[in-house]
C-alpha cells in the first residue's frame, strides 16, 4: 500500500471509498424520480468528488505533470462542451461523453499492459506471458477491459454521428452485417487469448492489445452501424452500461473495488433502463440491436400511394383552431428538426387568449430522445402543467377539437392498434383520430422510421398542412392574429 | 494499488494463519452484490426521466479516473505514463461533462411549473 501526499492510510482510504459508493448508490436511486433528479445528480457528483480527492491524497510517485495536465484539460473540454452545446444536441453529447468513459477504461489497461510488458523485458523468458507475469485473472481482466472500452468508444462515435445526423447509412463496407460482427468478435475473443496467454515478448504483448484494440473499434462500429436514428437512445443507453462494465473490469485490473461497485452499479441499471426503454416501444431488444427494416436506410422517402389526402393551408386552418374550445398538440421529430418550439408556444398563447384549452401529448418516444420533446418544449417555457403523457392523455382526443400533429408520425399511427402484422403492431400510439379534426404539419407525405404508411393522412377528418412546421406554425400565428 | 486484504485474524481463523483470499474472489463477491443492487434500484422510471438519469449514470461510470489517475505513477513509464494521461483526460470529460450537462437537463424541470 503506497502512502502519498497525505500519508493517509488504506484504511481512510477504504472508508472514503465507502462512502463515495454509497453516494453512487443513493444518487442513482434520486436519479430515477423527476422531483429528486437534480439532487440525486449533485449526490453523485459528491461521491465522484470524494473518490477523486482520497485518490489523489494516496497516489506516491506520480509525474504531476501528467496528472494536473490531464485534469485540467479534461475539465476545460468538459466544462466547455456540457455548457456551450445546444439543448437538441443533449443526446449526441450523452454519447459522447460515453464513448470517452469507455476509451478511458480501455487506456488504463493499455497502461497497465505498458507496465507489465516492461517487466516482461527484464524477466525474460522465466515469466513467459502477461499471466505468467500477473495471472491469469489479470490477463482476462486487461483483455476484457480493453475490448470492451473500445467498443463501448466507437459504438459511441457512430450513435453520436447518427443523432447529430451526419451518418445516415446502415453500412460501411461489409461492416455493419452480422455475419462480419459475428466474425469480428471472434477475433476480438481470440486475441484477449493471444494477447494475454500466448504473446511472450514485451513488443508482442503491447501490439496484441493494440491489435484488440483495432478488431473491438471495428466490432463497435458493425454492432451499432445497421441500427436506425431512432432507436439510438436505446442504443445508448446499452451502450453506457458497457461502459459500466469496462470500468468494472478495470476494477479488477487495478484491484480497486470502488471501480468495481460503481461499475457494475452503472452496468446493470443501465441494462434495465435499456428495458424499460425497449417496452415503451413494445419491442424486444434483439429485435432492436439485429433486427433492421430497411435495406440501406431506415425507411423514409417513399410516397406510397396515398388517396384522399386533403391537403389545406394555415388561411383554411386558423379559423378551425379559433373556434375550437379544446386544441391537443402533438409534437414530434419534426419539430425538433425546425426548432419550431418558440413558435408552437406563440400559437398556443394566442389560442389561450382567445380561450382555447391547449394540451400537448408526449408520447415516450416522440423525438430523439426520450424526454426530448419535454426539454424542447420547456426552453420554449410552456407550463408543466400543459404536458400530459399517452395513459393521461389518450382518452381525451376524443373530446378534442382539434389534434396537429406536428412533425410526429409513426407515434400517431393507427395501423399499430389495428394490423398486427405491421412492423410497429402493438406500440402504443397516441389516438389523434378521435378528434374532430386533425391537422397534420409535415413536409411531404414520406415515411417516417418504421417506412410504412400512415392511414392517418387519408382519414376524412384530417387535413395536411406540408411545410416545414416553423414556418407553418408562423403562417398559423398570422392567421390568428388577424382573427 | 489499493487491494483489500481481510484481517489476518480472520484469515487465520479459516486456514490456521493462511493467506487472505484472493482479490478475484472478493471482486467477484462486491460484482455480484453491486449487480444485484444495480438491478433493483431502477424500478418505475417516467419516460421524461429517461434521458437525465442515461446521463447521470453515464457521469457515475467515469469513475474509472480514480484507476487512472494512478497510471501518472513514474512505475509506468513513458508510454504507460502517456496512456494514463489520455486515460484521465477523457475521465475527466466524462465526469464534469456529464454531471454538468445532466443538471443542465434538470434545470429545465424545476423553471417550467413557475411560467404560464
Redesign the interface.
Known sequence: ?TLGLLAIS?SV??VV?MAAALC??F???R????KT??S???F??L??AL??II??G???????F??I???A???A???A???R?Q?TA??E??AL??G??G???A??A???V??FS?RLSEEGATAGSLSGLG?A?LAVAIGLSVLIGSVTLSGSLIAFGKLSGKIWKNRFGPIGSQAVNLATAAVCVLLVVWAGFMASSSGAV?SAHLLLVVAALVLGIGLVMPIGGADM?VV??LL?SY??L???A????????????????????????TQ??CK?MNRSLPNVLFATFGEEEGGGGKDEGYTGVKSSGAEECAPILDAARSVIIVPGYGLAVAQAQHKVREMASILEGKGVEVRYA?H??AGR????M??LL??A?????QLF?LDQINAEFRNADVAIVLGANDVCNPVANDDPTSPIAGMPVLNVWDAQTVMVVKRSLSAGYAGIKNPLFEADNTLMLFGDAKKMVEDLVTELQEL | ????AIPTVAAAAQEGGGEPLP??I??IW??LL??????E?????????????????????????????????????G???F???????????????????????????????K??
Open positions: 500500500m488504506s482510504e477504504q471509498y453512487f448508490i444518487g442513482l436511486k436519479l430515477s424520480g423527476v433528479a437534480r440525486g445528480n449533485a453523485a457528483a461521491g465522484m473518490a477523486v485518490t489523489l494516496i497516489v506516491a510517485d506520480v509525474s504531476w501528467v496528472l495536465g490531464g485534469v484539460v479534461g475539465t473540454i468538459g466544462l462542451l456540457a455548457t452545446v439543448m443533449m443526446p453529447l450523452v461523453f460515453n470517452l468513459g476509451a478511458a477504461s487506456f488504463v493499455l497502461a497497465e505498458a507496465r516492461g495471472g485473472d503491447l437512445p445508448i443507453s453506457n461502459s459500466g469496462a470500468a468494472a478495470t476494477g479488477f485490473v487495478l484491484q480497486n473495488n470502488l471501480l468495481i461497485i460503481a461499475g457494475s452499479l452503472v452496468g446493470a441499471s443501465g441494462l434495465i433502463l424499460i426503454m415503451a408526449i415516450p418516444v430522445m426520450p424526454g426530448h419535454n426539454v420547456a426552453e417555457d410552456v407550463p408543466y402543467e403523457d | 494499488m489499493s487491494g483489500f482479490f478475484l472478493i471482486g462486491i460484482l453491486a449487480v444485484f443492487v444495480g438491478f434500484l431502477i424500478t418505475k422510471v417516467p419516460p421524461t426521466i429517461h434521458t437525465p438519469l442515461m446521463s447521470g449514470a453515464n457521469a457515475i461510470s467515469g469513475i474509472t479516473i480514480v484507476g487512472a489517475l494512478y497510471c501518472a505513477g513514474t512505475g509506468y513509464g508510454l504507460g505514463q496512456f494514463g494521461f489520455l486515460a484521465i483526460t477523457m475521465a475527466t470529460v466524462n465526469c464534469v461533462g456529464g454531471f454538468l450537462v445532466t443538471d443542465r437537463m434538470l434545470k429545465m424541470f424545476g423553471q417550467r411549473g411560467k404560464s
